[in-house]
C-alpha cells in the first residue's frame, strides 16, 4: 500500500535507538525527509547515516536534550514545520509512590507531557495552514492500565493523553491529525533496564527476568522497533486521515481490556 507521504518532511524526536528509531526507519522507508534528535552526539549519527545509505532521503541530526527550552529551540530551527511529528522521550525512572518529591514529578511532567506539548503548539499552526498534518506521540501502555513502579509516567502520559483528546478535535477540521501510539513491552534498551532493574532486585538472570515477563504478554515476546514503526507510518499516511484522538496500543494483547 501506497502510504501517500513520499516527499514529507518529518521530525522524530529522541529517535536514535528503540522505539523513536524504529518510526524514522520506517518514515524514510516510505520516502519522508528526516530531522532525527537524541542527545547522544555519537548514535545519533550513526543512526541518521545507517538511513540515509538505506532509504537515501534527507536526514538532520541534531543532538539535544528535547525536554529543555534550548534543546527544543534547535531541533524545532532544523525542522523548520514539519508535516509530521513523532514526539518522544526517554521515560522516568520506576520507584516507589513513596520515593518522588515535587521535584521528580515536575521533571516527569516536564520530559512526558510538557515538551510534547510545547513541540505540538509550535509546529500545529504551519500544518493547519497548509491543510495537511500528523501527529504521533509515543505514550505507554500504562495510560490504559497503570503499571505500579512507574508512577511518574502514569501520571505524566496521562496529563498528555487528556491534552491530545481535545485538542485532536480542535484541529481535525484542518487537515491534522494527532494520536498516541502506546507501546506495550518492546525489545529495545529501555526494556533491558527495566528488567536489569528486575535481575538487580530478584537476583535473576535477565534471560530469565525476560521469560517471565514474556510469560505475562499473550504474544509470548516483546514487539519490535519494526513493528512500531509500521504502525506509526499507518497513522501519519494519508489514509489515517479520519483517525482522530485515538491511543492506539500496541502490547502483543498484554492490556487485558474487552475495548
Ligand atoms: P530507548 O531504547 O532507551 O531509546 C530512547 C531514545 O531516546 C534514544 O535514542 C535516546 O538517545 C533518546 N532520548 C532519551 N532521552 C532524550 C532526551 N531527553 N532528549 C532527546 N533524546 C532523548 O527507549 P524506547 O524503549 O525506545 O522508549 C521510548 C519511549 O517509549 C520512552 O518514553 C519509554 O518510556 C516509552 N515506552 C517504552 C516501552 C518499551 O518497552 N520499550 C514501553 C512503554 C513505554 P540519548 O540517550 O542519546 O538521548
New binding site residues.
Partial sequence: MDMGIRGRRALV??????????CAEALAAEGVDLVL????AE??EATAEAIRAAHGVSVTSVA????TPD?RAQVLEAAASPDILVT?????PPGMWSDWDRDDFIAALD??MLTPIALMKACLPAMMERGWGRVVN?????VKAPIPVLGL?NAARTGLTGYVAGTSRQVAQNGVTINNL??????????D??DRGVVEAEGLTMEEARARRESTIPARR??T?EEFGAACVFLCSVHAGFMVGQNVLLDGGATNATI
Fill in positions: 524526536c529522541a529517535s536514535s535507538k528503540g522505539l523513536g528509531r524504529g534528535n537524541a542527545r547522544g548514535a545519533l539535544a536534550d528535547i525536554t534543546g518522544n522521550a526517554g521515560g522516568p520530559a512526558n509515543i505514550t505507554s501502555q500504562s509516567s502506546l507501546p506495550g513491552i518492546h525489545a529495545t534498551d529501555r526494556a533496564a527495566l516483546y514487539g522497533p
